[in-house]
């Protein structure tokens, strides 16, 4: 395993570990050619064919969040309309954070007969994604403000722009990989890349447990929550054909 800092000018270092995973020497004349003394048309021509990985890592700069609103009321209309009340509100706030309203999404909406009550409670649950993740902390501590309103969950997630430019440094660290292991195979004979194929790549964000944000007893000026990103990771892995001789 070897690492590499590759900077990829979008404001940050990433940290580069490659890997080469098979390689495969498909040489077209004759084995055992001694090379000293003798021409270049007399070198050994052929074709290698090598698989790599690049692996890129970075501290995500967005941020997934899931909140649950709740509301009761006497009937399931009251609760509704509570809830309702209650959304209005918060998309007040969350306007505030979130630049695109397209990233706010309902992924589940019910109502039920509260235990042991004559009541009724309606909840929507949502789902919210932070490009900046340093704006979390202030939101959870206004959410902290807001009854019957939960924090689910928090995880760390790669920004639009990481996932492409890891995406590309990723494939820049698999394909140099490649090619120094074409390289050391064939020297010293030169290398040429004449195809190249993207097996598979995978993106994966460290996830951070979330806790409830505080309910009816919360009080606005509460302590805000620290919130730590950790880090992410980008993929990629590639078979390269090279030309030698």
Do not use: C, W
Not at 19 to 35: E, H
Not at 155 to 176: C, D, M, P
């Amino acid at each position: 395993m070897k690492n590499k800092i590759i900077p990829i000018g979008i404001g940050f270092a990433i940290v580069v570990a490659i890997t080469a995973l098979a390689v495969a020497v498909s040489p077209i004349a004759q084995k055992g050619v001694t090379l000293q003394g003798i021409s270049q048309a007399s070198l050994p021509q052929g074709y290698i064919t090598v698989t790599a990985s690049g692996i890129v890592k970075a501290r995500p700069t967005g941020a997934q969040l899931g909140i649950a609103v709740n509301a009761t009321g006497n009937t399931v209309a009251e609760s509704v309309s509570a809830l309702s009340a209650s959304l209005s509100r918060l998309n007040s706030t969350l306007s505030s954070y979130v630049a695109n309203m397209s990233d706010i999404e309902t992924t589940s909406y019910y109502t039920y007969k509260t235990y042991n009550r004559s009541t009724y409670t309606a909840v929507e649950t949502i789902s919210i994604f932070l490009e900046d993740n340093s704006r979390l902390s202030p939101l959870l501590g206004d959410l902290s403000a807001f009854n019957g309103t939960y924090v689910t969950s928090v995880a760390s997630e790669l920004s639009t722009g990481q996932i492409s430019a890891l995406r590309a440094a990723a494939l820049q660290a698999a394909l140099a990989n490649a090619t120094s292991q074409a390289e050391a195979l064939v020297a010293p004979l030169q290398v040429r890349l004449r195809n190249i194929t993207v097996n598979s790549y995978f993106i994966r964000p460290y996830i951070v447990n979330g806790g409830a944000a505080a309910d009816s007893s919360a009080q606005q000026n509460q302590a805000v929550p620290a919130y730590f990103p950790g880090r992410g990771e980008v993929s990629e892995s590639i078979t390269a054909m090279f030309s030698y001789g």
